[in-house]
């Protein structure tokens, strides 16, 4: 009788180790058929990211044409675009922002000979020398001395130049922040934080026929330091775009009419949400001169 009931006690046990173990193997299972799906919908998603450029060119140019209207850019930076497929396969809202509301990065490179390069190049550093004085830094000649030396495709670490860039007159978002902290070690200098650079300069380069910013788009920021006004005060008054508005206010005289584009420009940085097959993705991209640039689609 006790034999039977120990026979049955392991056959029991053996059963329930079967169960765990099938329980075991269908989660995992489950689990790489969950991850396979991923994996679909993401190569699904990519293939259908060529789709999606191609319809969002078309779109944002016949929205924008040659020449938009100052209300067409304001509008499509002050409201979120959403885009859905008539299908229903997918959907999109981005949120859009000028790019030459500020002045180009590349402008602290060493000029060319002719006059406009020079005037680009002199007022870069004239903002430049504001920002790091107004922040107080302890060797702003060094910080700027390691901008240039990075606009021209070098790297300067610990130094020693050890690095090149892919394209001189480029600084990626992650490399100017590395060289910012790079100086601040070097030079002990923690003040360098108190410059919020992004709002003044545009790190990436334009192409030259792009290089003139949109006067009516100014970043508050920009405004402040170039029509020597207090900051919160333009922030308080100033709406991007109507910069004209702004300044007829305050008494200003017209200057840098060099500086602006004669009509508004369609140069755009995009961000916003793709969700596709009920999983969310990431987009980001370009709009210059009627095309998508630097097209992402990442989870």
């Keep these: ?20 173990v099938m329980i075991g193997l269908l989660g995992i299972l489950y689990g790489y058929l969950d991850e396979a799906r991923k994996k679909a919908n993401d190569q699904s998603v990519l293939i259908q990211g060529t789709l999606v450029r191609s319809d969002l060119q ?19 930076q002050n409201t979120p675009l959403p885009i859905y497929d008539v299908s229903g396969n997918f959907g999109i809202t ?4 000028l790019l030459n509301d ?26 430049a020398e504001k920002l790091t004085e107004r922040a107080q830094l302890r060797d702003p000649e060094r910080l700027i001395e390691m901008i240039q030396e990075a606009l021209s495709g070098k790297r300067r670490r610990m130094g020693n130049l050890t690095w090149l860039q892919d394209k001189a007159g480029a600084i990626e978002k992650s490399t100017f922040e590395a060289l910012l902290r790079e100086y601040r ?12 650079w992004q709002r003044y300069f545009l790190l990436r380069p334009l192409p030259s026929s792009l290089e003139k910013l949109n006067k009516q788009f100014l970043t508050p920021e920009l ?13 308080e008054n100033y709406t991007p775009g109507a910069l004209d508005e702004f300044l007829s206010s305050i008494g200003e005289d017209e ?17 916003g949400n793709l969700n596709f097959r009920e999983a969310g993705y990431n987009i980001a991209f370009d709009y210059l001169q009627k095309r998508i640039e630097h097209f992402e689609i990442r989870r």
């Design 1 to 20: 009788m006790r034999l039977k009931r120990r026979r049955k006690a392991v056959t029991l046990l053996i059963t329930l180790s079967v169960i765990a």
């Design 58 to 76: 078309k779109l944002l140019a016949k929205y924008l044409s040659d020449k938009p209207s100052l209300k067409t850019l304001q509008t499509i």
């Design 94 to 97: 981005l949120q859009c922002n």
């Design 102 to 127: 500020r002045i180009p990065l590349a402008w602290l490179r060493a000029p060319d000979k002719s006059p406009d390069a020079k005037k680009r190049h002199n007022l870069a550093m004239d903002l």
């Design 185 to 196: 070690f070097e030079s002990d200098d923690p003040n360098v934080d108190r410059i919020d």
């Design 223 to 235: 405004v402040s330091t170039l029509y020597d006004q207090d900051l919160q005060s333009v922030k």
């Design 255 to 271: 200057r840098y009419t060099w500086l602006y584009a004669k009509s508004p420009i369609a140069a755009l940085h995009c961000e």
